[in-house]
């Protein structure tokens, strides 16, 4: 490494004056370029893009702040009753009512473990929907997979009171 520098040094040092303030003038140059393009540029436009994403995300917070007194609003008017008789019990009726039958229901304390194996998502949202709505029944985890017939999926749902 310090012999090809050497030579390139020496080769510099052989040509004329004015030679080389030319290379030194273009690698003056090339060096400004390669900051600028490896430095400059990236952390300016990484600033822009975050200065978009900070508004976009200003305008959400200003959306939501918004919409926070119907939102408190129709809270307050859903008629949820609070939560009676056996969780169960409940799930069994809703599940029925619609039609769809889980392969697995697992009691755990003041929750339910729910496993479906082939349910229609549509079917599987209108469930929680209603227990939600009419019971007060909580989700508290929901894991869902996808699987090869279309709108069906396998699901594990933990609801409770």
């Not at 479906?116 to 709505?133: C, K, P, S």
Request: net charge positive; with cysteine.
């Amino acid at each position: 490494m310090k012999q090809k520098l050497a030579i390139y040094l020496a080769r510099f040092r052989q040509l004329k004056t004015s030679e080389q303030r030319l290379l030194l003038g273009l690698s003056t140059f090339l060096s400004c370029l390669l900051v600028y393009g490896l430095i400059w540029q990236p952390v300016h436009q990484f600033q822009a893009d975050q200065l978009k994403e900070r508004e976009r995300q200003l305008a959400l917070l200003t959306m939501m702040k918004q919409t926070e007194g119907q939102a408190r609003a129709l809270l307050g008017q859903s008629g949820n009753r609070p939560f009676e008789g056996n969780l169960l019990t409940v799930i069994t009726n809703a599940t029925s009512q619609l039609g769809i039958t889980p392969n697995r229901m697992q009691p755990e304390g003041d929750s339910v473990s729910l496993w479906f194996e082939q349910v229609g998502f549509a079917e599987l949202m209108t469930l929680t929907d209603a227990l939600r709505r009419e019971q007060s029944v909580g989700l508290d985890q929901m894991v869902v997979d996808r699987t090869e017939d279309p709108g069906k999926v396998r699901a594990r749902l933990v609801l409770s009171r």
